[in-house]
């Protein structure tokens, strides 16, 4: 349900206005609108580079929660209670920009240790001594094929180590050795100073890690009070900049928005404060923000639903109808009832364990258990096909799954693929009748008449020619009035798609004839393609059972000729690799393709506009432990 909004304009004057604001805001219902687009100040800057800050410092100790254990020898022995949220915030950026310096200082010394390792530990001093002495020490690298023992006695080349078919060797001479090898020039330390500054290095940084990790137990909420505490700042440094100054910047003019149900909350206020104020209902041409309120289920989809976007405030909410469709697609589209099992599994963990995904949770329930009735209704479990399975427990219920055995009852086409594209019909024919709604809210009943006539006559249709090819016969005065409705509804179809043309009655008519003519061949070509579309949602469900299928096979085809004490365990590595590849990328086409049938197919016929913006009261916020 979309809430009703009401306009309030404001006319205060200057010394008034921050005790004004400061009023609304505890008042906590009114929507400010920004006359001032793209206004900013010193204070609001600094306060949004705060913001980001603060959240920046929070994830990254929460991070720091879920990436790292306290080290056993651990004593916590900071109390981050008596800091102020800008001193832990320092505090956590000093630790990060020491942790990046330690890791960059790691990295260094990792590659140092790589360089030297080949040649194990030696003291550089030794070398010094032999240059003294005239002699050069060079160390080289090359293919263990390409080492030529000539090198020995020229160079007295030394063999250090072999590694992956490489020859790590040293050669002594008085003279540049001519020598085709990668010459190679290692860090002035031992080995040993090294492995030591990584150990010292790694020390610190699990210190830090300590230390961000008691920040998480015992500093986080000081962070995410001070948090809330800026964005405060944030949101009132906003409405500061959202008047529009008149009669030389004595009086500003303030716009925002109500909810229709907390209008004598702000009346009562600008009574008795004598503060002129306008309240008005919107006008059609305003941009009017949303607030949105559906039942439990209906809300576990809005996510979803705003990944395309708000519905506009001359919209229909979507969502009643939305929640339903989109449960049904999913659980076609994966359509196997193995898979469903599985996704209930893990969404009832999610909702018992994770309280902060508990919606998410609760979402999955009702996915996973939509999967297992569809994967139930085709007989597909795991890859496996249970109609042609050879199990006596299952035989009795074999007839009654629907798959191919059935095309006799489906005009010889399988059944899954008619069901999608009648619960397309009914998907598109709901979408059109919204679009009727719509019109009717927006300019009156009479605007609404021309899309309920389609609406009646598609179904006036159905019913005569798509009854009687599933052998369901109408009675011949059923047959009549069904032609009579039809004939009612191509009047509202030729004459009343655009009433508002009637205001030049000869104009109005040629208008409406030649709108119904071209709405007709729109219908005709564009209705089609529409109910093709939802034929993917029986492509998909067949496409995850058949690469079922055929894991299934490799898994016992594959290992047909092993021992059975040996076989079990190849045909479990084959079955979870392919079932797990198959069930990522059907929980994948699982969601995208009935979003992509919502958001095309459904929100076109509904005539859904979408592009609203969230109604977000100017209120104290307060945090919430």
């Known amino acids: 349900m979309i809430h009703k909004m009401k306009k309030l304009i404001f006319l205060i004057t200057s010394k008034e206005y921050e005790s004004f604001i400061k009023n609304i805001r505890e008042i906590g219902v009114v929507h400010i609108d920004n006359l001032q687009q793209g206004a900013t100040s010193d204070e609001l800057s600094e306060n949004l580079s705060l913001s980001s800050r603060f959240k920046n410092a929070i994830q990254t100790i929460k991070n720091s929660d879920k990436a790292y254990e306290i080290t056993a020898n651990h004593t916590d022995e900071h109390d981050f209670t008596n800091m102020n949220g800008y001193q832990l915030l320092e505090h956590v950026e000093s630790l990060e920009s020491e942790e990046n310096s ?11 240790i790589e360089k030297l390792e080949p040649w194990g530990d030696f003291q550089w ?8 002495e005239g002699y050069l020490v060079n160390f080289y690298s090359v293919s263990s094929k390409m080492f030529r023992k000539e090198w020995i006695d020229e160079y007295f080349a030394t063999t250090i180590s072999e590694i992956n078919n490489k020859t790590y060797f040293v050669t002594f001479s008085k003279e540049q050795p001519d020598i085709t090898a990668e010459l190679i020039s290692l860090p002035k330390q031992s080995l040993d100073v090294y492995k030591s500054e990584k150990e010292s290095i790694v020390k610190n940084i699990d210190s830090i890690h300590n230390e961000l990790k008691s920040i998480y137990e015992s500093g986080i909420e000081v962070l995410q009070s001070a948090l809330v505490d800026v964005e405060n700042k944030i949101s009132l440094s906003k409405v500061r900049l959202s008047h529009e100054s008149i009669a030389e910047d004595s009086v500003r003019l303030l716009q925002g928005w ?18 002129y104020y306008e309240l008005s209902a919107p006008d059609f041409n305003d941009n009017v923000p949303v607030k949105i ?3 439990k289920f209906a809300s576990l989809f809005e996510p979803i639903l705003r990944m395309y976007s708000l519905p506009s405030y001359h919209d229909i909410d979507p969502l009643p109808l939305f929640a339903p469709f989109f449960m049904l697609f999913f659980g076609l589209c994966m359509g196997d009832a193995g898979y469903g099992a599985l996704i209930l599994i893990i969404s009832i963990v999610l909702y018992i364990t994770k ?4 919606q998410y949770g609760l979402l999955g329930i009702f996915l996973g258990g939509m999967t297992i009735i569809c994967g139930t209704i085709t007989g597909s479990f795991f890859g496996i ?31 899954m693929m008619v069901i999608s594209v009648i619960i397309g019909l009914i998907q598109v024919l709901i979408g059109m009748t919204m679009a009727g709604c719509k019109a009717v809210k927006n300019y009156g009943f009479i605007y609404g008449i021309g899309k309920f006539s389609w609406v009646t006559a598609l179904v006036c249709l159905t019913c005569l020619y798509g009854l009687p090819i599933f052998g369901v016969e109408l009675p011949q005065v059923l047959q009549y009035v069904l032609y009579g409705i039809i004939a009612i509804s191509v009047i509202g179809i030729f004459f009343l798609n655009s009433p508002g043309a009637y205001k030049k009655p000869i104009i109005g008519t040629v208008s409406n004839i030649g709108s119904g003519i071209w709405a007709t061949y729109g219908m ?15 492509a998909l469900g067949l496409t995850g059972g058949v690469l079922g299928s055929v894991f299934n096979s490799l898994a016992t085809d594959m290992t047909e000729s092993m021992p059975a004490y040996i076989r079990w365990l190849p045909m479990i590595l084959i079955l979870l690799f392919g079932h797990g590849i198959n069930f990522a990328l059907c929980i994948i086409s699982s969601f995208v393709h009935p979003m992509r049938l919502t958001f095309v197919e459904y929100f076109k016929n509904a005539e859904f506009e979408g592009g609203g913006k969230e109604y977000t009261p100017f209120k104290m916020k307060k945090y919430k432990k």
């Open 125 to 132: 001093d030794k070398i010094e001594l032999l240059n003294k």
């Open 102 to 112: 330690l890791n960059h200082k790691l990295d260094s010394v990792n590659s140092n």
């Open 524 to 538: 005709s070509t564009g209705l089609l393609g529409d109910l093709l579309s939802y034929i993917r949602l029986f």
């Open 355 to 358: 309280p902060d995904y508990k």
């Open 293 to 295: 309120s559906n039942n």
């Open 385 to 415: 096909d249970l109609s042609t399975a050879d199990w006596d427990w299952i035989k009795p219920i074999q007839p009654y799954f629907l798959n191919d055995s059935k095309k006799d009852s489906f005009f010889g086409y399988s059944p």
């Open 258 to 275: 109500v909810l229709e149900e907390n209008e004598d909350k702000v009346v009562d206020y600008l009574e008795k404060e004598k503060i």
